[in-house]
């Protein structure tokens, strides 16, 4: 069993920049893929970034690749994300996920989610 805590969100000014940080219990967190997704209202769920078990290998989707920046700490059980240049269209509640798959992350366990608001 794995709980995943995020933090960091808030908001911010068009332009401006955002650190998502998501927080793993237990001891089994370097097995797994780790993502983060986001949904805004009315919106489905969908996937914006992922890192894989090798802190090496990371997945964008087309609309923050450039912007956002994924990466993990395997030793603090924690994943981060970095997002600049924020746009209004970014604005979303975000969540991280854990999961056996990628890039495609099929989620076995989520966090609560926090709210990102991006102000144009």
């Known amino acids: 069993q794995v709980q995943l805590v995020e933090s960091g969100g808030g908001l911010v000014q068009a332009g401006g920049s955002l650190r998502l940080s998501c927080a793993a219990s237990?001891?089994?967190?370097?097995?797994?893929?780790m993502g983060w997704f986001r949904q805004a209202p009315g919106k489905g769920r969908e996937q914006v970034a992922a890192?894989?078990?090798?802190?090496?290998?990371?997945y964008y989707a087309d609309s923050v690749k450039g912007r956002f920046t994924i990466s993990r700490d395997n030793a603090k059980n924690t994943v981060y994300l970095q997002m600049n240049s924020l746009k209004p269209e970014d604005t979303a509640v975000y969540y991280c996920a854990a999961g056996l798959t990628y890039p495609t992350i099929e989620a076995k366990y989520w966090g609560q989610g926090t709210q990102v608001t991006v102000s144009s």
């Open positions: 890192i894989g078990w090798s802190v090496g290998s990371t």
């Open positions: 237990g001891r089994t967190f370097s097995v797994y893929a």
